[in-house]
């Protein structure tokens, strides 16, 4: 099954607002978890990555947020952008015994529109 | 100048064929990393490395196989190309003693299997 799951493939957002980009996780091992953007033709790149020992990382204007109870954890843009629009994928890992691995969600596409 | 670089960067192949994806990174990372990119599936993990000489499969290694034969290069091979093996493949580097999530990728490969 997927082990990392972002259940909504799309979201629009208004020029200024808040996007909230979510994912869940199955593995109560994973003890790392990131946010790439993606643009089309484009490689990901890193957003923002947090470990499991803390439940909030602030960047600017993105925020992670992690609830591990709930296996469950949002990324945050505030003042979207147009230049936001974008693939946003989550990815969550380990590193146990060296193996630095990271399994990703299935993306959502965020629109901002002006 | 980009770290992690791949080729071809685009392919045809026929189905049955042999294809060879390569990479090649200067991050003087241990381990690399072949995705594949389809829509609506995110990334998935086909085989990855931690050292020279050894390969361990990732979630969807069925119809590949990999080579690591220096830190550098490692190579993404299909012995006989089908045509669901047709999408976007991305090869990344990491450096697990500092693994915060990060990934370096390639620019990616575009395989297309008539």
């Known amino acids: 099954g997927q082990q990392v799951k972002q259940s909504s493939p799309s979201l629009t957002v208004q020029e200024g607002g808040i996007s909230i980009l979510n994912c869940d996780y199955e593995?109560?091992?994973?003890?790392?978890f990131a946010w790439y953007k993606k643009y089309p033709d484009n490689s990901p790149t890193l957003l923002i990555s947090?470990?499991?020992?803390?439940d909030k990382r602030e960047d600017g204007r993105l925020t992670v947020f992690l609830n591990k109870s709930g296996k469950h954890f949002s990324l945050h843009i505030t003042a979207s952008q147009p230049e936001d629009t974008a693939v946003y994928l989550c990815?969550?890992?380990?590193?146990?015994?060296?193996?630095?691995?990271?399994?990703f969600g299935e993306g959502t596409k965020l629109t901002v529109s002006s | 100048e980009a770290a992690v670089t791949q080729s071809p960067r685009s392919k045809v192949a026929v189905t049955g064929g042999k294809v060879t994806l390569s990479c090649h990174q200067t991050?003087?990372?241990?381990?690399m990393y072949w995705y594949r990119q389809d829509t609506g599936h995110g990334l998935r993990l086909i085989h990855y490395?931690?050292?020279?000489?050894?390969?361990e499969k990732g979630d969807i290694p069925d119809g590949y196989k990999a080579s690591r034969p220096s830190q550098e290069n490692f190579s993404l091979i299909l012995e006989l190309a089908s045509l669901s093996q047709t999408a976007v493949y991305f090869c990344?580097?990491?450096?697990?003693?500092?693994?915060?999530?990060?990934?370096?990728f390639g620019e990616g490969s575009k395989l297309t299997v008539l």
């Open positions: 991050n003087n990372h241990d381990y």
């Open positions: 593995n109560d091992m994973f003890d790392y």
């Open positions: 947090v470990r499991s020992n803390v």
């Open positions: 490395s931690y050292v020279a000489d050894s390969t």
């Open positions: 990815a969550a890992g380990d590193n146990q015994g060296g193996s630095a691995k990271l399994i």
């Open positions: 990344a580097s990491s450096d697990p003693g500092g693994f915060t999530g990060q990934l370096y």
